[in-house]
């Protein structure tokens, strides 16, 4: 039923931008708290970037100031606009959608989208 689908990565120098895309099928994202993660060889999966169902927003101190998180629920789509990109940021990014309703837990993931920064 769920389907979340990232897209928009690539390669891009330092000091460069890319605004990541996430669509969602049978989920509703105004309902969710929407949160980018992203994973680098070798490294641990990070929290970058969260926004809630009411639209509060916390970031990540390694990209504070340069990454944005936002929603369009019309047309139900999230993303994350990325400026000034340096190559630290490379990694896997991916979606998340998670909410709870009483005991139960409703929590999904994007397949992913990388994203290269590099000269």
């Known amino acids: 039923q769920v389907h979340l689908v990232e897209s928009g990565g690539g390669l891009v120098q330092p000091g460069g931008s890319l605004r990541l895309s996430c669509a969602g099928s049978?989920?509703?994202?105004?309902?969710?708290?929407i949160k980018w993660y992203r994973q680098a060889p070798g490294k641990q999966r990070e929290l970058v970037a969260t926004?809630?169902?009411?639209?509060?927003?916390n970031y990540a101190d390694s990209v504070k100031g340069r990454f944005t998180i936002s929603r369009d629920n019309v047309k139900n789509m999230v993303y994350l606009q990325m400026n000034n990109l340096k190559p630290e940021d490379t990694a896997v990014y991916y979606c998340?959608?998670?909410?709870?309703?009483?005991?139960?837990?409703?929590?999904?993931w994007g397949q992913g989208t990388q994203v290269t920064v590099s000269s």
């Open positions: 998340n959608a998670l909410r709870r309703i009483l005991t139960t837990v409703y929590d999904y």
């Open positions: 049978g989920i509703i994202f105004s309902v969710y708290v």
């Open positions: 926004m809630t169902d009411g639209g509060s927003t």
